[in-house]
Structures are given as C-alpha cells and as structure tokens.
C-alpha cells in the first residue's frame, strides 16, 4: 500500500529505496548541440514531491559552477489523466479511496512528505488542497514557457496548489496566477477557452512514455543522463557535474 500511495504522490519507489540513482536514457546517442546544458524535468503541479524536487534541484544549482549555462525546460506530466476537474474528495478521503485504510492511515502518510517538505522550506497546507485534474494548469505551464516564464508559472502553480489550496483546474484561478507573473490576463483566458497548448501537453506526455518515466519527478540531463525522484541536492549536483563533464571531456 505504502508503495503505490508514493507512486501516486510523485516518488517512485525506487527512488526512495536507492537514494544515488542515475540512470542513462535508453537509445540516446545524440551529442550535445547547444551551447548551455539543457535540464528537461517531467513533474506534475499536484505532486507533492515535485515540489519539493525543485527545491532540492534549484539549491544543487545554485552551487553549480557552471549555472549561468544551464536552461531548464519544464515538462508536462499528470499523475491521473482522468481526474474530473474537481474531486469529491480532500486529499486524505482521496488517499482512502484509491487505497484503503482509514483517513488517520492516510494522514500519517501525508504527514511524512510534509516534514520532508519543511526541510526544504515549505510549508505544505494539505488539508486546504483541491483535489482534480491538472490538465488546464498543463496547459498554462506551457503557454506561459513561450512568454519565457516557464519557471515562474512553474513555481506560481506548485504554491498556490500546496500552500495557497488553490483549485488549478478552474480558470478564473489559472487567470490571476497567470496575471501575478506577468502574463496578460485577456490573453490566458483566451487560450484557457480554447483548445491552445493540448497537444503541447500530450506531447511531452508521450515523450514521458517513450523515454521510461515511471514517476515524477523525473530529470534528464543533456539527453544523457537520468535522475528519478526527489533526491538530496547534493545527488543533483554530482549529476549536474557528472552532465556537464561528459560533455566538456
């Protein structure tokens, strides 16, 4: 049970278990051909771990030596794709549901990942979260990236969710969030009544498919390399320096 309540909250197993994974990315021989070391990283807004993946990775580079040459690009991923917009349940009946055991089974549980998300200065508040799809907030995510404000929704989205209890798949919400980082308002909901950005979404969903992900947050590094999890910043940074030596031999 233990197992698949992570799965569904963004840590694979594995990761857990094996705190110094990295892995390569199957079938990839392709050499570096941009100038920065491009970090592409499958997360979804609803996953606690995600959240607490991108503490844990913006701390390891900051220490980077080489960080100013570094891009980051967020990819989409869904932990349920068939979530209803919004959820009968708060997050310990959901955890029930799908489960079993009783809500204080499921709040011990919970209760877990917020300590580990203290440790890296956030303050999860996950009675106040809405359980729902996080389709729209994808979408969002991916129109705010050719503003060139990936990592501010990024980060604007995994706030609202786990701190501010915000509903992500309601547009009036995903509008004002999209106006607090300097998105134009008219131009978000326009796109949020329209099918823009769907298959943006989708695409880096079967990338996620084609490549092996298995649970988020998942990291490559130059196409190369692969770190499941949120691991220990200091693991990101040999990963980072492991990455950026291979291709600077």
Not at 36 to 56: A, H, L, N, Q
Not at 98 to 113: I, L, N, S
Not at 164 to 188: K, M, P, W, Y
Request: glycine share 8%; aromatic share 10%; charged share 25%.
């Amino acid at each position: 049970m233990l197992r698949h309540a992570l799965l569904f909250l963004g840590l694979p197993y594995a990761a857990l278990a094996n705190a110094q994974f990295l892995g390569s990315l199957p079938n990839t021989t392709n050499q570096p051909t941009s100038k920065t070391m491009t970090i592409e990283i499958w997360s979804d807004v609803v996953c606690p771990f995600c959240y607490i993946g991108k503490r844990e990775f913006g701390s390891a580079l900051d220490r980077f030596a080489h960080k100013d040459e570094v891009t980051v690009v967020w990819k989409s991923f869904e932990l349920d794709p068939q979530a209803p917009a919004r959820s009968e349940f708060d997050m310990y009946g959901m955890l029930v549901a799908k489960y079993g055991g009783t809500r204080e089974d499921a709040k011990a549980r919970v209760q877990g990942v917020v300590q580990r998300a203290k440790s890296v200065g956030l303050d999860y508040q996950m009675d106040k979260a809405v359980i729902g799809s996080s389709f729209e907030a994808h979408r969002l995510l991916q129109f705010a990236k050719t503003k060139g404000k990936g990592d501010e929704a990024k980060e604007r989205l995994f706030r609202a969710y786990f701190i501010e209890g915000a509903h992500l798949a309601d547009h009036s919400t995903l509008v004002r969030l999209g106006q607090e980082i300097g998105l134009d308002a008219d131009d978000v909901q326009d796109m949020l009544t329209s099918t823009r950005f769907t298959e943006e979404v989708r695409a880096d969903e079967r990338e996620a498919q084609e490549i092996g992900v298995g649970g988020v947050p998942f990291f490559v590094f130059d196409r190369k390399y692969t770190v499941s999890g949120a691991q220990q910043s200091d693991h990101f940074l040999g990963a980072l320096e492991q990455a950026w030596k291979e291709r600077n031999p």
